[in-house]
């Protein structure tokens, strides 16, 4: 099982930037995409970026261009930093990691808990 800690939320300014980071711990034989969804009050939860084990990344458009994913296969971590952030970036950002626990089982996925980023004046 697969264990994730987010960290990096926090206030900031429209136009300011924030780093969010995300651990992964537990027992498993390996992670495959990892990624960053977002929840708003009143939203649906939303995929914000993935990134896959090789590297290869895919944002929603509405971060394209200010978000970048990255992630450390030996470390078990991914990060995304956000720069020209906007009021409309206000949420609870989670992490999330599809991984096998085994060789031979199926993917599976684990959740953070959640870290809130606000974007206000």
């Known amino acids: 099982q697969v264990q994730l800690v987010e960290s990096g939320g926090g206030l900031v300014q429209p136009g300011g930037s924030l780093r969010l980071s995300c651990s992964a711990s537990?027992?498993?034989?390996?992670?495959?995409?990892m990624s960053w969804y977002r929840q708003a009050p009143g939203n649906q939860r939303e995929l914000v970026a993935t990134i896959i084990r090789a590297g290869l990344t895919n944002y929603a458009d509405s971060v394209k261009g200010r978000f970048t994913i990255s992630r450390d296969n030996a470390e078990n971590t991914v990060a995304l930093q956000m720069n020209s952030l906007k009021p409309e970036d206000t949420a609870v950002y989670y992490c999330?990691?599809?991984?096998?626990?085994?060789?031979?089982?199926?993917?599976?996925?684990?959740w953070g808990q959640g870290t809130q980023v606000t974007v206000s004046s």
């Open positions: 999330n990691a599809v991984y096998r626990r085994l060789k031979f089982l199926e993917f599976q996925e684990a």
């Open positions: 537990g027992s498993f034989f390996d992670i495959n995409n």
